[in-house]
Protein backbone atom coordinates (compact mmCIF):
# COMPACT_ATOMS: atom_id res chain seq x y z
CA UNK A 1 0.00 0.00 0.00
CA UNK A 2 1.99 2.79 -1.24
CA UNK A 3 0.12 5.99 -1.98
CA UNK A 4 1.97 8.36 -4.80
CA UNK A 5 1.89 11.85 -5.65
CA UNK A 6 0.07 12.11 -9.18
CA UNK A 7 -0.61 15.36 -11.28
CA UNK A 8 -4.67 15.99 -12.40
CA UNK A 9 -5.76 18.21 -14.35
CA UNK A 10 -9.12 20.26 -13.92
CA UNK A 11 -11.69 21.90 -15.66
CA UNK A 12 -10.96 25.30 -17.04
CA UNK A 13 -10.92 27.53 -14.04
CA UNK A 14 -12.02 24.82 -11.67
CA UNK A 15 -9.22 24.25 -9.91
CA UNK A 16 -10.82 25.58 -6.53
CA UNK A 17 -14.08 23.53 -7.10
CA UNK A 18 -11.86 20.32 -7.65
CA UNK A 19 -9.47 21.42 -4.74
CA UNK A 20 -12.43 21.14 -2.35
CA UNK A 21 -13.95 17.88 -3.53
CA UNK A 22 -10.79 16.02 -3.63
CA UNK A 23 -10.36 17.36 -0.09
CA UNK A 24 -14.49 16.22 1.01
CA UNK A 25 -13.75 12.60 -0.41
CA UNK A 26 -10.14 12.80 1.78
CA UNK A 27 -7.85 13.02 -0.81
CA UNK A 28 -4.26 14.92 -0.34
CA UNK A 29 -4.02 17.65 -2.20
CA UNK A 30 -1.29 20.03 -2.83
CA UNK A 31 -3.12 23.03 -4.65
CA UNK A 32 -0.02 25.50 -5.48
CA UNK A 33 -1.59 29.05 -5.78
CA UNK A 34 0.49 32.17 -5.50
CA UNK A 35 -0.92 35.39 -3.59
CA UNK A 36 -1.61 38.52 -5.62
CA UNK A 37 -3.32 42.02 -5.28
CA UNK A 38 -6.38 42.30 -6.97
CA UNK A 39 -8.19 45.31 -8.33
CA UNK A 40 -11.21 44.52 -7.09
CA UNK A 41 -11.26 43.52 -3.73
CA UNK A 42 -14.05 41.15 -3.76
CA UNK A 43 -12.05 38.82 -6.52
CA UNK A 44 -9.10 36.04 -6.17
CA UNK A 45 -6.64 37.16 -3.69
CA UNK A 46 -4.82 33.90 -5.30
CA UNK A 47 -3.65 32.41 -8.81
CA UNK A 48 -3.08 28.89 -9.45
CA UNK A 49 0.73 28.94 -9.55
CA UNK A 50 0.13 25.91 -12.62
CA UNK A 51 -3.45 26.65 -13.99
CA UNK A 52 -4.94 23.72 -14.86
CA UNK A 53 -3.51 21.29 -12.92
CA UNK A 54 -3.29 19.85 -9.24
CA UNK A 55 -1.49 17.34 -7.47
CA UNK A 56 -2.75 14.27 -5.43
CA UNK A 57 -1.49 11.89 -3.12
CA UNK A 58 -3.35 8.52 -3.50
CA UNK A 59 -2.38 4.79 -3.89
CA UNK A 60 -4.57 3.58 -7.71
CA UNK A 61 -4.58 0.19 -6.35
CA UNK A 62 -6.95 0.99 -3.42
CA UNK A 63 -8.62 4.17 -4.97
CA UNK A 64 -10.07 4.24 -8.56
CA UNK A 65 -8.35 6.03 -11.35
CA UNK A 66 -11.29 6.52 -12.81
CA UNK A 67 -13.18 7.90 -9.90
CA UNK A 68 -11.02 10.35 -10.23
CA UNK A 69 -11.30 11.35 -13.49
CA UNK A 70 -14.95 11.37 -13.28
CA UNK A 71 -14.97 13.38 -9.87
CA UNK A 72 -17.16 16.97 -10.99
CA UNK A 73 -14.02 19.62 -11.93
CA UNK A 74 -11.06 16.80 -13.05
CA UNK A 75 -10.72 16.24 -16.54
CA UNK A 76 -8.22 13.39 -16.07
CA UNK A 77 -4.94 12.29 -14.50
CA UNK A 78 -1.42 12.97 -16.53
CA UNK A 79 -0.99 10.01 -18.10
CA UNK A 80 1.72 8.69 -20.43
CA UNK A 81 0.72 5.42 -22.45
CA UNK A 82 -2.26 5.29 -20.79
CA UNK A 83 -1.27 5.12 -17.38
CA UNK A 84 -1.15 7.83 -14.94
CA UNK A 85 2.67 8.89 -14.17
CA UNK A 86 3.75 9.41 -10.40
CA UNK A 87 5.31 12.86 -9.78
CA UNK A 88 8.20 12.29 -7.32
CA UNK A 89 7.78 13.54 -3.46
CA UNK A 90 10.92 15.46 -3.88
CA UNK A 91 9.40 17.45 -6.78
CA UNK A 92 6.56 17.95 -4.46
CA UNK A 93 8.63 19.52 -1.71
CA UNK A 94 10.44 21.82 -3.43
CA UNK A 95 7.64 23.17 -5.48
CA UNK A 96 5.37 23.66 -1.77
CA UNK A 97 8.66 25.05 -0.37
CA UNK A 98 9.23 27.12 -3.77
CA UNK A 99 5.43 28.43 -3.53
CA UNK A 100 5.91 28.77 0.26
CA UNK A 101 9.16 31.19 -0.50
CA UNK A 102 7.33 33.29 -3.60
CA UNK A 103 4.47 34.08 -1.10
CA UNK A 104 6.97 35.30 1.49
CA UNK A 105 8.71 37.39 -0.15
CA UNK A 106 6.65 39.03 -2.65
CA UNK A 107 4.79 40.37 1.05
CA UNK A 108 7.53 41.48 3.00
CA UNK A 109 9.42 42.74 -0.04
CA UNK A 110 6.47 45.25 -1.19
CA UNK A 111 5.40 45.97 2.07
CA UNK A 112 8.46 47.73 3.37
CA UNK A 113 9.03 49.87 0.07
CA UNK A 114 7.17 53.19 0.19
CA UNK A 115 6.68 55.33 -2.72
CA UNK A 116 10.17 57.64 -2.85
CA UNK A 117 12.45 54.71 -1.61
CA UNK A 118 15.76 54.19 -4.21
CA UNK A 119 15.54 50.52 -5.37
CA UNK A 120 18.31 48.58 -7.54
CA UNK A 121 17.10 46.75 -10.93
CA UNK A 122 18.34 43.05 -10.34
CA UNK A 123 17.39 41.99 -13.82
CA UNK A 124 15.79 42.56 -16.99
CA UNK A 125 16.67 45.27 -19.38
CA UNK A 126 17.28 48.30 -16.97
CA UNK A 127 19.49 45.56 -14.69
CA UNK A 128 21.84 47.61 -12.76
CA UNK A 129 20.23 51.00 -12.92
CA UNK A 130 19.11 52.55 -9.87
CA UNK A 131 15.33 53.82 -9.43
CA UNK A 132 12.90 55.50 -7.07
CA UNK A 133 10.21 52.77 -6.03
CA UNK A 134 6.58 55.14 -7.60
CA UNK A 135 4.29 52.15 -6.81
CA UNK A 136 2.47 48.71 -7.19
CA UNK A 137 0.39 48.02 -10.43
CA UNK A 138 -2.60 45.81 -8.73
CA UNK A 139 -3.24 42.11 -9.35
CA UNK A 140 0.02 41.56 -10.92
CA UNK A 141 3.14 41.33 -8.65
CA UNK A 142 4.04 44.13 -10.68
CA UNK A 143 5.94 47.77 -9.77
CA UNK A 144 6.40 51.21 -11.20
CA UNK A 145 9.32 52.85 -10.94
CA UNK A 146 11.23 56.12 -12.04
CA UNK A 147 14.06 56.10 -13.74
CA UNK A 148 16.43 59.03 -14.24
CA UNK A 149 16.76 59.31 -18.09
CA UNK A 150 18.71 62.03 -19.65
CA UNK A 151 18.99 65.41 -18.17
CA UNK A 152 17.28 64.42 -15.38
CA UNK A 153 13.54 63.12 -17.28
CA UNK A 154 12.19 60.85 -15.04
CA UNK A 155 10.47 57.77 -17.13
CA UNK A 156 7.80 55.40 -15.38
CA UNK A 157 8.94 51.81 -16.01
CA UNK A 158 6.65 49.02 -14.73
CA UNK A 159 8.79 45.76 -14.13
CA UNK A 160 8.37 42.43 -11.94
CA UNK A 161 8.32 43.09 -8.21
CA UNK A 162 11.20 40.14 -7.83
CA UNK A 163 12.87 42.11 -10.39
CA UNK A 164 13.57 44.55 -7.97
CA UNK A 165 15.75 45.29 -4.58
CA UNK A 166 15.95 48.02 -2.14
CA UNK A 167 18.71 49.90 -2.00
CA UNK A 168 21.14 49.74 1.33
CA UNK A 169 22.49 52.89 1.82
CA UNK A 170 25.22 52.72 4.20
Given at each position: MTAFWYAI????NKEDFLARQLEAADVPVFYPRLRVTPVNPRSRKFKPY?????????????????TLQWMPGAANLVSFGGEPSPVPEQLISILQKRVTEINASSRTRLSDLKPGDPI???????A????IFDGTVSGQERVRVLLN???KRQVSVELGSSQIS????G
Amino acid sequence: MTAFWYAIRSKPNKEDFLARQLEAADVPVFYPRLRVTPVNPRSRKFKPYFPGYLFIQADLDIFNASTLQWMPGAANLVSFGGEPSPVPEQLISILQKRVTEINASSRTRLSDLKPGDPILIKDGLFAGYEAIFDGTVSGQERVRVLLNFLQKRQVSVELGSSQISRVKRG
